[in-house]
């Protein structure tokens, strides 16, 4: 049985004896037994991460930069294998793991800029023969803790930047696919990271409650599910640290009745069932407005009865399982409430079997229509392959739906009206909105986070939001003295 360790100092090892299933959700049989780290495991990941960050911060930016560089091409060169990595313990179908992969790589070209993006600012002469500047310098230690639906992608939305900003990184992943961080740990050093800049390190609450407690720690960056973001960005704060903390989602895309109906069904069929509905910019409510709700819910009924659910090694698959039996639990009760509360349940995702995988985690595409604001199925995050349409009558009410929910990840709006588009796109409180488009992520130049329960903190993630995140801000004024003394000023200095 495959035996996952921690990443520490360069090497493999883990001093815990303790450990926890690794299972693949297609077969729902166990492959590999993670470590759960113990405090002497944490002590000796500090140890490393502390040393290590000391050299690596005198580092040129442009030797940084360049290692990046070699990273890059390495994560290029073996992306087949991160992405089956990711779907061997995720479940998603291989082109979908390859796409996160590279969304990944894309915030470490994005790093490769780095010597450009610490580029600081010079005033001269802010007083006579005074002149000021500012830098930003690295934090010390940062830590990230990241969730089980994007193990390659999430991770790279942080420790790229981080560690070209001169940190060094320790990764908390999800204990449920942890297989992909080591590896993307091992093509770090390979591409010539010193050892102990990044460190990973596998756990649970246990581990998670030492990065928050740890004065060594400077920075705790978390992306999961809102109670446990909420948890983080209190805890954190607690102990000084610097925090952004991602929570979960409920998205919304709204369907104008000038919208192109078959563009948006295509956007909410991939945008809905894709990755089984395991994504946090994942639709999961569609917003029928007008009288097109009949012709949109008979379309997406068609469409979703159409895909093909299966397992990652068939190449035909649009969509895989579910992370777990407990998730598949869940998401098959969300269904069952719905019914009870009244939804209209027109396709059915419970009980979903495929021939030669019993046991594994799949769970249908599930479409509800005549979903109200009150029921629990349109409130609460499901992160399953479940959308629920709402009838709206009009724009107004389709857009207080999308303002009046208590997340605020993502939203989209389908229309051919440009007034309509640019008052959503100005007027929508959310944090990334979407014209004519289904999954509105951000490019890694731009930042990514949401608004409301999405996000708890003050900066999103990666692009400029990551560099201002992970260094501190300092401004230096210098004068030169000149030979002749002036004495001591007593009122502050003015031009
Ligand atoms: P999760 O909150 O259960 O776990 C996330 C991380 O926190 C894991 O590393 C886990 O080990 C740790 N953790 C879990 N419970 C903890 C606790 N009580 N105390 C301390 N640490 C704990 O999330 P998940 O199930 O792995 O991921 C799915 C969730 O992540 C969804 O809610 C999804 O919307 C959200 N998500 C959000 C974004 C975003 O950008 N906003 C992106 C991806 C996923």
Redesign the pocket.
Known sequence: MKKIHNFVNGNLSSISKKELPVNDPSTGEEIGKVVMSSIDDFNNVIESSKKSQLEWSNTTPLKRSRILSNYKNLIEKNLNELAEIVSKEHGKTLADAKGSVTRGLEVVEFACGIPHLLKGEFSQNVGTNIDSWSIRQPLGVCAG??????PAM?PM?MYPISIACGNSFIL?????DPSCSIRLAELFTEAGLPNGVFNVIH???E???LI?ESNEISSVS????????K??YEKSAKFGKRVQA????KNHLIVMPDANIDQAVDGIIGAGYGSAG?????ISVAVAVGDIADELVGKIQLEAQKLKVAPWTDAESDMGPV?SKE?KDKIENYISLGVKEGATLVEDGRNYRIQGYEKGFFVGPTLFDNVTENMKIYKE?I?GPVVCVLRAKNYDEALNLVNNHEFG?GTSIYTSDGEISRHFTTNAKIGMVGVNVPIPVPMAFHS???WKQ??FGDHS?HGEEGIRFYTKLKTITSRWPKSIQEGPEFVIPTN
């Open positions: 803790i990241t969730p089980f639906n994007f999430v939305w908390k992943p999800s204990e449920k756990g649970d609450k581990i998670v409650d928050l978390f992306v999961g599910s809102t109670p446990v973001a948890y983080i991602l929570g979960g989602a395991e994504r946090c910019m994942a992370i998730h995050e992160f990840n990514f986070g949401g999405s996000l993630m």
